[in-house]
């Protein structure tokens, strides 16, 4: 095992009918900003809750983050957070509204030069507005992590940033939020997860003897309750541990001490960027694929998630690893999720040029091991067809 | 699923060679109390690796923290916090160092009255002096929990009190520190984390789903990784994952959203006090004894933990629940652990009686449903003879 620190101090208020909550978990003498994205929550009666919540805070409201957040949006709400005064942030919705209101709260602060620098050039982020969340769709962890990703319309980059400072003082994850949620919301946000877990979990062996089993608990979690989500979209329990598990999946936990491989991300965001796919659409694409690309360097862990996670046990090796990875294809599908690039109109060929030309532009190295450079992520993209 | 909070600040620093980032987690303007216990820390080297630490630090000391920390002699350390205007503890050791300077910590702040008042009248701890860890022997979860347990010696009293006040700021998990110990302290500290996730485990159906597996995870690596810290005294991975286990089972997460049972600590805090059997001896008398008595209240989760915990797979209900209580005995007894009161050589009828006595003045009631009265905590104590 590696050495690690681990912080995670979000207070998680979850559970039926907590968003009253807000009242007590943000200061009254406080002035609110609260950020959302396209006004979901005016139709499902979490706007109304929350307001209702802060009937005695001074509040004002900035709505219309994009999915994939956008810098050149969010800095109009950093212009707000300074004319205005706001001391706190709220944000309502999903893990995009989550990550543009993260980095609003850093920007707000960023006093050593241009704030994109946070993103593009590691500028240091020294102190960030006070934030706190609502939950609304389960997917990306933000609600309990310090990372956020962010994109610039001006020049189809995507990038993240991590800083302690935007840790969200509390979260409000209440499941029956999620009910109004359409089914390609769901389906994405388990695999979102999903792919959380097999990021820090299908490396090399590390000896994170707990780290695995509390990974492959989140898998198997995700296996057992994600269709029964989508199969009665009010089965509370099914909702509430599909929220858990994502909160679970980026959270830092199961990243304690093993190595991780965030490259199935890195080259999705680059789908995402240049395709239009959605975050979780362009990670079901590139997941089985890479995995059968990296099936050497992964061995030994393939072996124990197609075993442990899958139930896999006869076969030579090469078998068993690929009945584990088919297996997660086949889990995705019966979500309704396509696992093909070509399913998106999208031609593997162009995808693997553009993405090579972009990695070979950036230096670009991948994997536990930095083994996926421009020529690896083609390669996967180009089998991912 | 039942709604739940979840907050756990604590910054954990875990690995070799850790210890020397004491100096950049204490502010240097900090007057720091180091606290102990019988000084094993002077012998093994982690002493003089926390001075050299705070080299820069004004600091001073307070050894004897007892087993089973006494508050007398915690009071006498509040005493020194107050007159010498300490303004960080630092707790060195294991679970009773650490709770014990818990309860320093939010005594020294107390002035509703009598400090006593916060172990046994719910006395409200408005704020404490803040505190951090060098964990030595892993067991309690003390490093990452806001829990303490304090006895007191002229009552014979064992009482726990709960303060997110007194919630570590940081703890520094070093597994190397773990090499010294004793073989019963190891073996101690192993049963002590296996109950504490039992006890969060092994209660009702509340579709935990992701809390089961977590739970289960934790079981799995004890199993795996305790016997091997035993074999091999340094083998590092094995003393990290034990370490990690103990602090995982009791930080509150598996517990999120799920009921829990500490009736095993509360019968095994009775015969800590009358008998001085040590925390985890008293665990792995009560526990199998207790969850025979109480296999039909927990009989969906036993075969569970039957099943995926010890790889159960043939029998009656009753035969698989049996089977899974036997394995977790055989699993103690194989660490070197007794399981019976009489191989302490105390009178398990003598036992009964006491303990009886005791809960029925105090009116306990224990268990997920509150079903263990004095009556069946003696027929438990009866049968674990």
Chains 1, 2 share one sequence.
Request: charged fraction near 25%.
């Amino acid at each position: 095992m590696e050495n690690f620190v681990y912080c995670c101090p979000t207070r998680i208020v979850f559970g039926k009918g907590t968003i009253p909550q807000l009242r007590d978990l943000v200061p009254s003498d406080q002035h609110v900003l609260i950020t959302y994205g396209g006004g979901s929550i005016k139709k499902n009666g979490v706007y109304d809750q929350v307001r209702e919540a802060f009937s005695d805070h001074k509040v004002s409201e900035f709505g219309g983050i994009e999915p994939n957040p956008v810098y050149e949006t969010l800095m109009k709400a950093v212009e707000v957070v300074k004319s205005e005064g706001v001391g706190f942030l709220l944000a309502v919705g999903g893990g995009s509204t989550l990550d543009g209101t993260k980095f609003i709260a850093a920007a707000a602060r960023y006093e050593a030069g241009d704030p994109w620098d946070i993103l593009s050039a590691g500028g240091k982020i020294e102190s960030a507005v006070p934030m706190g969340t609502v939950l609304t769709l389960p997917a990306t962890g933000s609600e309990m992590n310090a990372v956020a990703v962010i994109s610039r319309e001006s020049s189809q980059e995507k990038l993240a940033f991590v800083s302690e400072a935007v840790a969200p003082k509390f979260s409000i994850l209440d499941p029956e939020t999620t009910y109004s949620l359409p089914e390609n919301q769901v389906r994405n946000g388990v695999v979102d997860a999903f792919v959380h877990v097999t990021e820090q979990y299908l490396t090399y062996p590390a000896r994170g003897t707990l780290q695995d089993r509390q990974a492959e608990g989140i898998l198997l979690s995700l296996i057992e309750e994600g269709p029964r989500t989508l199969k009665d979209m009010k089965d509370y329990d099914a909702r509430a541990n599909f929220m858990w598990c994502a909160t679970q999946a980026l959270n830092g936990l199961i990243g304690c001490g093993v190595p991780g491989d965030f490259a199935t991300h890195m080259i999705g965001h680059e789908l995402t960027a240049f395709f239009g796919l959605a975050h979780a659409e362009s990670l079901a694409v590139v997941l089985p694929s890479l995995l059968r690309h990296e099936k050497d360097g992964k061995r030994d862990k393939l072996i124990q998630f197609a075993k442990r996670v899958w139930g896999v046990t006869d076969g030579s090796e090469d078998e068993i690893i690929e009945a584990g990875v088919r297996k997660t294809e086949e889990f995705f599908r019966s979500l309704g999720m396509p696992t093909r690039l070509s399913e998106f109109d999208v031609s593997p060929d162009e995808a693997a040029d553009r993405v090579k030309e972009r990695f070979t532009a950036r230096g670009t190295k991948l994997g536990e091991k930095q083994a996926i450079g421009p020529e690896e992520a083609a390669e996967i993209l180009r089998a991912s067809g």
